[in-house]
């Protein structure tokens, strides 16, 4: 069973496998959780970052790509880059989140990562809001959840929430979902 909890932290604290990062297409830092994880890190991650925007070109919007933590408690970052809110449809928005969400999955799976923390993608700056992104964050993930087989899949995931609001938010979203409800999923707020 993989739980999902919501927790109110610094993501950069963390000691899991994977941290999840709110980049920017070019991987280039910036502000808010990117900026956090980056001064954490170290500057190796800006190296690695670079690397493979020189390899694969520009990260696209729902993409996600590993690198290693640095400095960080961690074992990996994996960095996708979430929608700008306003610049699509609220639809076309909505799968762009949901699939960030899910392809961080993926990478986290081919880490074997156990335990996943992700960052509220794109309700900082990029300004998607905070009632519309967790619900969408919660069923990305239990949908992912749905569709992999339980070895495939971390035993632990955690959506961080820097500020109160998020975290409100998230865990009536959680509370809603119930306990148990399904064979794969506990939730749990704290
Ligand atoms: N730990 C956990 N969550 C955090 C932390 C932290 N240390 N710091 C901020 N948050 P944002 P975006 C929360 O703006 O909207 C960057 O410059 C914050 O409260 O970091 O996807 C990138 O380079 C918010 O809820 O990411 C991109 O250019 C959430 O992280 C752009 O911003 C996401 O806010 C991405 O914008």
């Known amino acids: ?5 919501v927790i109110r932290k610094d993501i950069t604290s963390l000691t899991v496998d994977a941290i999840v990062n709110a980049a920017n297409s070019g991987l280039r830092g910036g502000g808010g959780v990117d900026g956090a994880i980056h001064a954490g890190a170290g500057p190796g991650l800006m190296n690695e970052c670079a690397t493979i925007i020189e390899k694969n070109g ?4 729902g993409s996600a790509v590993t690198t290693s933590a640095g400095d960080l408690p961690a074992k990996w970052i994996i960095h996708t880059v ?3 809110w306003g610049e699509e449809g609220e639809e076309r928005s909505s799968l762009l989140l949901s699939s960030c969400y899910k392809s961080a999955l993926d990478a986290a799976s081919n880490l074997r990562a156990d335990s996943v923390a992700f960052s ?3 309700t900082g700056a990029y300004g998607f809001p905070k009632r519309l992104a967790a619900p969408i964050a919660v069923s990305a993930v239990c949908s992912w959840l749905e569709a992999h087989q339980r070895a495939e899949a971390p035993s632990s995931i955690f959506l961080v929430c820097f500020d109160e609001e998020n975290f409100r938010i998230t865990k009536a979203v959680l509370d809603r979902l119930g306990p148990n409800n399904t064979p794969l999923v506990r939730t749990e707020g704290q």
């Open 82 to 84: 979430g929608p700008i």
């Open 58 to 61: 520009l990260c696209a919007t």
């Open 120 to 122: 509220a993608i794109s």
């Open 1 to 5: 069973m993989t739980s999902i909890s």
